[in-house]
């Protein structure tokens, strides 16, 4: 029987907590993966693996070696060349392709180190993250993907060994690192767009090859017109699911009181006494949400959402149940 959703062993072991993430956290993420029941395991008729039915037509195949015909080969797989080099019918034989690329587009921008309860943002975007390579790591798949945060990124190619998951799962934690840094010195961008979502997605379109599978993890505040048309192009012939990453204080206002706030320079004190203020900040939230959900499912992209204060993996676990 597999475990459910509130009994998966060690979930508290797993979850990481605070403002920053070590990577000695996203390694213990490998045993996080594999308590998930990953939906990969149930194959496509190709036999392609992946946790998603591919939007490829065809075979994904790499061609192996040639041979001599046999009664009931396909026609269309003889070689003419070799063929009418040796007088006899040749054919190629392939090998199924059975891995496939798996790319991890993580946000560590500064809308990302926020956090009221449990751990910020980018932590828990980095948990996700690390939990998705390792279930294609153990799923033979390539890994590679893009961190990025307000002035710089970092692009890590899909490749099919353990070492590319560990080179992006440290890019990921130099990152956090860096974000959490410089929270306090907010240092002028080098590279404007360098935070954009549509700009990380056009780097990524150009590296995604057909039939790969594309996470994207983020509070998606910086998504606009040109990151939808990023996403409706890379989704044509990719599986994307985007993981939408946000804190209970930006659903609800806290209990009722008076609260001091910063951004760090001004300041200035919050009344969430009334009632009027309190459900229009709720309304401006699920707007967003309703808003960032209606855009992808018209592109038919899964909609994940993970909430600072609720276990990373407990949620990844109830999406893959919904797979099998």
């Not at 907590?17 to 490998?30: E, K, N, P, S």
């Amino acid at each position: 029987m597999s475990p459910t959703a509130s009994t998966l062993p060690h979930q508290e072991l797993y979850q990481a907590h605070g403002a920053v993430i070590t990577l000695q956290d996203l390694l213990l993420q490998r045993y996080a993966a594999r308590t998930i029941e990953y939906a990969s395991h149930k194959r496509s008729v190709a036999g392609i693996s992946g946790l998603h039915m591919s939007k490829m037509r065809g075979r994904g195949i790499d061609f192996e070696e040639f041979r001599p015909y046999q009664p009931g080969d396909d026609i269309r797989t003889i070689d003419w060349r070799v063929t009418a080099r040796i007088g006899k019918p040749f054919t190629k034989v392939y090998r199924e392709e059975r891995e496939r690329p798996v790319l991890v587009a993580i946000d560590q921008s500064s809308t990302m180190f926020f956090g009221s309860k449990t751990a910020f943002k980018s932590v828990v975007a980095a948990q996700a993250a690390a939990i998705f390579c390792w279930m294609a790591i153990d799923n033979g798949d390539r890994v590679g993907g893009l961190v990025y945060g307000d002035d710089d990124f970092s692009l890590v190619r899909p490749k099919r060994s353990r070492r590319s998951a560990l080179h992006l799962l440290n890019q990921v934690h130099l990152f956090n690192m860096e974000l959490a840094a410089s929270a306090t010195r907010r240092a002028a961008n080098t590279d404007p767009e360098a935070g954009s979502l549509a700009t990380t997605l056009g780097r990524i379109r150009r590296i995604t090859k057909p039939g790969s599978t594309l996470y994207i993890i983020s509070d998606f505040t910086s998504i606009d017109d040109a990151g939808f048309q990023y996403l409706s192009q890379i989704s044509r012939h990719n599986n994307v699911v985007c993981c939408f990453v946000y804190d209970p204080l930006e659903e609800n206002l806290p209990v009722p009181g008076y609260y001091s706030i910063t951004d760090g320079q001004d300041k200035g004190t919050l009344n969430t006494f009334n009632k009027k203020a309190r459900e229009s900040y709720r309304s401006v939230f699920q707007q967003r949400l309703d808003f960032l959900q209606g855009e992808m499912n018209k592109l038919q992209i899964p909609l994940l959402t993970f909430r600072t204060d609720e276990p990373v993996v407990e949620r990844i676990h109830q999406w893959t149940s919904q797979k099998l």
